[in-house]
């Protein structure tokens, strides 16, 4: 286990956070200010502070990726929309497109993020690449899995009457869910182990349901711009609760030494670089 700088008296009780640049598994006091820490394997510096419920300052690029892929995902679904491209087509692949559209940007975002932060042009390219493609399937996934949800509540409620929110809530949760969950995986799959590919999978669910219980209520609340408003901060919740809940998994398990954050999903795809950094099939 790497010592950072910031660790000054080795009596105090030490905590195991990651490089926000390498991932590198380091260990500093657990104090209540803020740390300046410096990465002994890459030398990148960083201010650290802890929050409540286990967060930290580490989960600001996580939201700022969320944010961001919603925003982009957000402006290209309103063109669909505004375009009236949508206007002949049936429900389902309404659903679809839009879903696949907003998946494709949040994924492409999330992928590329890695590259962008470490400067390196092959993992960015790599990312967005992968983001994007596993993100549209998955957008698309989660949308037809949606309707059919939504279609199926539709058909026990009234014909004269619009369903409840309490199931239009559940139908929206349902597939955001999903996308949180596929995307989830789709990002283990960049991340090329089978813990990435686990906690993915778990963390992606649980914000996408997060944000799916959102995303209604705030609509409701701000009905500015015939919705628009409404719609940019529910997408953008859903975004920054995805990043975030699956940095959160993904930074437990790796501080935890889970062994299946070190077991490549298949060689065929470029080696995690997390499994290059000296030290990392130790156990702490």
């Known amino acids: 286990m790497n010592q950072p700088q910031s660790a000054e008296n080795n009596n105090e009780v030490k905590i195991i956070i990651l490089c926000e640049n390498c991932s590198q598994k380091l260990r500093i006091p657990k104090r209540k200010k803020k740390l300046r820490v410096t990465c002994p394997t890459c030398r990148h510096e960083f201010n650290y502070k802890?929050?409540?419920?286990?967060?930290?300052?580490?989960?600001?690029?996580?939201?700022?990726?969320?944010?961001?892929?919603?925003?982009?995902?957000?402006?290209?679904?309103?063109?669909?929309?505004?375009s009236r491209i949508l206007?002949?087509?049936?429900?389902?692949?309404?659903?679809?497109?839009?879903?696949?559209?907003?998946?494709?940007?949040?994924?492409?975002?999330?992928?590329?993020?890695?590259?962008?932060?470490?400067?390196?042009?092959?993992?960015?390219?790599?990312?967005?690449?992968?983001?994007?493609?596993?993100?549209?399937?998955?957008?698309?996934?989660?949308?037809?899995?949606?309707?059919?949800?939504?279609?199926?509540?539709?058909?026990?409620?009234?014909?004269?009457?619009?369903?409840?929110?309490?199931?239009?809530?559940?139908?929206?949760?349902?597939?955001?869910?999903?996308?949180?969950?596929?995307?989830?995986?789709?990002y283990g799959i960049k991340e090329n182990t089978l813990g990435d590919l686990k906690f993915g999978f778990i963390g992606g669910g649980i914000g996408g349901a997060i944000g799916g219980l959102l995303f209604d209520p705030l609509g409701s609340l701000f009905q500015f711009g015939g919705g628009t408003v409404g719609r940019l901060l529910g997408l953008s919740l859903v975004g920054m609760n995805i990043g975030v809940a699956i940095n959160r998994f993904r930074e437990v398990a790796i501080a935890q030494n889970r062994p299946e954050m070190y077991r490549q999903i298949t060689r065929k795809l470029p080696t995690n670089s997390r499994l290059l950094l000296p030290g990392s099939n130790n156990k702490t």
Do not use: H
């Open 50 to 82: 802890r929050y409540v419920f286990g967060f930290s300052s580490n989960n600001k690029k996580p939201l700022l990726v969320g944010w961001v892929g919603s925003l982009i995902g957000f402006i290209v679904v309103e063109i669909i929309q505004l």
């Open 87 to 186: 206007a002949t087509t049936n429900p389902f692949l309404n659903a679809m497109i839009t879903f696949g559209a907003f998946g494709m940007c949040l994924g492409a975002v999330m992928g590329a993020a890695e590259g962008f932060f470490r400067k390196d042009r092959t993992r960015l390219y790599y990312g967005l690449k992968v983001g994007s493609a596993l993100g549209l399937i998955s957008g698309v996934i989660s949308g037809f899995i949606a309707q059919y949800v939504f279609v199926s509540i539709l058909s026990f409620s009234r014909v004269d009457s619009a369903p409840p929110l309490a199931l239009l809530i559940f139908a929206r949760t349902a597939g955001w869910c999903i996308l949180g969950l596929l995307l989830g995986g789709s």
